[in-house]
């Protein structure tokens, strides 16, 4: 079955500092990826995604992730963190034996300390 | 930047009581979607609909659980009959293709359900 995996459920970073925040993927044949942010007491926010290409995927306010499928994995990332990117972060797949759903991890809470 | 958009924003409904969660997806949007997130859990499928039927259905959405796009612009997700259980944020989405044709799911602000 198709699944996503966040190894972590919090990450904290200074500002300014690089941040990763990891996923890793159990998928048969091609994996579509994406990131979903969701800010406080807001919905899903869609980041990027990765359909195929270039492994590395540039998304919304600046961050980018890279596929790797040698480690199974699509790593979010951001060169420089803002306190405004503290939120819950989401890893997803499609689901191969449909086309039209995908599935979630179980999220990594961001928080950037100032 | 279109928006997919719910109401209501939160509600709270005694234990037995019929809920229904509005939806306007996205304007040229073809496929329709629920998930839900219980508190501190993982967002969860719940049912995808095109040319209105369900394509798809979680073992989640049981015979309590019904979606109807009445016209041309809602979507529609009615709980017949809540359970404590059922408390949650629900989240409705829309995507104008399918995942596989590499199409991106939209999702809307949610719609808080507590049911006491």
């Known amino acids: 079955a198709q699944s996503v995996a966040q190894p972590e459920d919090q990450v904290n970073v200074a500002e300014g500092n690089p941040l990763t925040v990891k996923c890793t993927y159990s998928?048969?044949?091609?994996?579509?990826l994406f990131w979903y942010v969701q800010y406080p007491n807001r919905g899903l926010q869609f980041l990027l995604k990765?359909?195929?290409?270039?492994?590395l995927v540039k998304g919304s306010y600046g961050f980018e992730a890279e596929f790797n499928k040698s480690q199974t994995s699509f790593h979010l990332k951001k060169p420089s963190a803002l306190v405004s990117d503290s939120a819950l972060y989401f890893c997803?797949?499609?689901?191969?034996?449909?086309?039209?759903?995908?599935?979630f991890g179980k999220g990594t809470r961001l928080h950037i300390l100032p | 930047e279109p928006e997919v958009t719910q109401t209501p924003s939160h509600q709270v409904t005694q234990m037995g009581q019929e809920v229904i969660l509005r939806c306007v997806p996205i304007s040229n949007h073809l496929y329709f979607y629920w998930y839900r997130q219980i508190l501190g859990q993982k967002v969860e499928f719940l049912v995808s609909f095109y040319n209105n039927e369900i394509s798809e259905k979680s073992e989640i959405f049981d015979d309590q659980f019904s979606v109807e796009r009445p016209d041309g612009s809602n979507f529609t997700l009615k709980i017949r009959s809540t359970k404590l259980e059922d408390s949650a944020m629900y989240f409705c989405?829309?995507?104008?293709?399918?995942?596989?044709?590499?199409?991106?799911?939209?999702f809307g602000e949610g719609s808080w359900l507590t049911v006491v």
């Open positions: 989405a829309s995507s104008d293709g399918q995942i596989n044709s590499g199409n991106t799911i939209y």
């Open positions: 998928v048969s044949g091609n994996p579509y």
């Open positions: 990765y359909i195929t290409g270039d492994n």
């Open positions: 997803a797949v499609r689901d191969i034996n449909r086309d039209d759903k995908i599935i």
